[in-house]
């Protein structure tokens, strides 16, 4: 018997409750201080200060890890250009073979790794045991399988490794970013110098474990922790080869800056400001659950989320009121509770950048829609939000909010909708979403989005090249693409 538009409305504002479902923390050992990894082991930092990484949850200190300084940092690419040699001569099939081994451990220390991605970074627990920790994983695994097969990959070409990567990353996939990073460096033959970013520097920490157990060769991988200042040590000392850096759009430009002239080879992955455009033929549930996942997964805190979403004017009003309907049933909550969809925001400061770009877009004459939400009395968190009556003038249209917060604008044609697509200085990423393949194609060919999802969003691989145009930055990770940074082709 079908229900009344009444009855439907009241089954969809029933909350529904779910029994608290906590994943067990108890098999999870944090170190109350962690060293600096460096030629294999962990060792005791020149530097003195050290500072707390807490969880975003709880407001609860974690562990205390090294602000490593200059001295630190030359000591680690000193280990890493030690063991470039004996690394980038070792047969591929056996460098292949460490890099199978790491991401067996991934496996087998997934649990582990979830929970202490989960608990220093405020990210939901089925996120980080369903994708950061087995796209991790899937990395090593991938690049293990080109390790020996360089000369394939590049026919009729000489690939060699260029010595010494010096990779920086962010906080909003720690562990995920660094085998994007790693897994590619090592397969091409190069050794690296690693900085996880100061308020997710954990997960790095147990990886540094899993180089130990795997008997990674000593100073292959090195990690070191820290702040801006670190990372800039890192990209900057005159013996690393290849910067490779995930994060903001300013720091990137910083860098790219620092190492012009310097014959480093250089990758930027930086931010983004994707349109998730739906037309008026999409399935309209399927693009409620499209762009719930391209915004609010992750708390927002995703370099290509679909903070845009463009929406066709005859179809915006049914759409509109579908994805209210189901932002009133996401759960923000513990991030550690297997039922939980929006976790906490990753720090203080984030939250009140956040927070900032919603008053400006309240004040410019935005109008704000937050469902109806409980937020714990400790910790940093923001309610899924979206936000109507958007011009494309407006900062919450053009900034990266990296946030649970749409900007919801419409379109009448697929010109318009492309040109309001463009029209940002970034490039990362897109969504489309419509019945026909003819113009999936015919949009896809004009974006400028690194990658384009149709019917789908966020989807990752290991075999799928990654990356930006504009200010989103340059260079491929993932797939064949992502061995090209860590090779000089003869
Ligand atoms: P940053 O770009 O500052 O951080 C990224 C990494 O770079 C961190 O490891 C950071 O260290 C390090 N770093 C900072 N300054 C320097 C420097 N001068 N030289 C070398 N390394 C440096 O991002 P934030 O954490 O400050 O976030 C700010 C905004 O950036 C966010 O609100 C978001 O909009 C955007 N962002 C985008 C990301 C993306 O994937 N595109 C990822 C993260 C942020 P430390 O952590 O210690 O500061």
């Known amino acids: 018997m079908a229900i009344t538009k009444k009855e439907s409305q009241a089954l969809a504002k029933q909350t529904f409750e779910y029994?608290?479902?906590?994943?067990?923390?108890?098999?999870?050992?944090?170190?109350?201080?962690?060293?600096?990894?460096?030629?294999?082991?962990?060792?005791?930092?020149?530097?003195?200060?050290?500072f707390p990484t807490i969880n975003p949850a709880t407001e609860q200190k974690l562990a205390e890890v090294v602000e490593a300084d200059e001295v630190d940092v030359d000591r680690a690419v000193k280990a890493a250009s030690k063991a470039f040699d004996s690394w980038a001569r070792l047969s591929p099939s056996r460098r292949a073979r460490y890099l199978f081994r790491i991401s067996r451990l991934l496996q087998e220390r997934s649990r582990e790794l979830a929970v202490v991605e989960t608990m220093d970074g405020g990210k939901p627990i089925k996120e980080s045991r369903d994708v950061d920790i087995p796209l991790s994983a899937a990395h090593f695994f991938y690049y293990a399988g080109w390790a020996d097969k360089l000369e394939w990959a590049f026919p009729n070409r000489k690939p060699r490794p260029l010595g010494v990567a010096g990779q920086v990353i962010p906080w909003n996939f720690p562990l995920l970013m660094l085998a994007w990073k790693i897994a590619p460096a090592l397969a091409a033959g190069n050794t690296v110098v690693l900085k996880p970013a100061e308020t997710t520097p954990l997960s790095a920490m147990v990886f540094a474990e899993i180089c130990m157990q795997a008997d990674l060769p000593p100073g292959v991988v090195n990690?070191?922790?820290?702040?801006?200042?670190?990372?800039?040590?890192?990209?900057?000392?005159?013996?690393?080869?290849?910067?490779?850096?995930?994060?903001?759009?300013?720091?990137?430009?910083?860098?790219?800056?620092?190492?012009?002239?310097?014959?480093?080879?250089?990758?930027?992955?930086?931010g983004g400001k994707a349109a998730n455009i739906v037309f008026e033929d999409a399935p309209l549930d399927q693009a409620v659950e499209g762009i719930v996942n391209g915004i609010y997964f992750n708390q927002g805190h995703v370099c290509c989320a679909g903070s845009r979403l463009l929406v066709q004017e005859s179809i915006a009003e049914p759409l509109l009121e579908k994805l209210k309907r189901r932002l009133s049933t996401l759960r923000l909550g513990d991030p550690l509770d297997k039922n939980t969809d929006i976790g906490?925001?990753?720090s203080r400061a984030q939250l009140e950048k956040i927070q900032e770009l919603v008053e400006s877009g309240?004040?410019?004459?935005?109008?704000?829609?937050q469902p109806e939400c409980v937020l714990p009395a400790r910790g940093f968190w923001f309610p899924p939000s979206l936000f109507t009556n958007v011009a494309q003038s407006y900062r919450i249209a053009r900034e990266e909010i990296f946030g649970p917060v749409l900007s919801v604008l419409t379109f009448r044609t697929p010109d318009e909708a492309v040109a309001k697509a463009n029209n940002t200085p970034y490039g990362l990423s897109a969504g489309v979403w419509t019945d026909k393949g003819s113009r999936i194609l015919w949009m896809a060919e004009r974006m400028r989005a690194g990658v384009v999802w149709a019917n789908t969003f966020n989807r990752f691989d290991p075999t799928s090249p990654f990356g930006g145009y504009k200010e989103s930055g340059f260079g491929r990770e993932g797939g064949v693409h992502g061995l090209l940074p860590y090779l000089e082709l003869n």
Do not use: C, M, W
């Open 223 to 270: 990690i070191v922790t820290g702040a801006g200042k670190t990372g800039s040590l890192v990209v900057t000392h005159p013996d690393v080869k290849k910067v490779a850096f995930t994060g903001s759009t300013e720091v990137g430009k910083l860098i790219q800056r620092a190492v012009a002239g310097t014959g480093k080879k250089l990758t930027l992955e930086l």
């Open 362 to 369: 309240i004040e410019e004459g935005a109008e704000l829609y």
């Open 19 to 50: 029994a608290p479902a906590p994943e067990a923390i108890d098999h999870v050992k944090i170190q109350p201080r962690y060293g600096l990894f460096i030629g294999g082991k962990f060792v005791t930092a020149h530097s003195k200060k050290r």
């Open 344 to 346: 906490a925001i990753n």
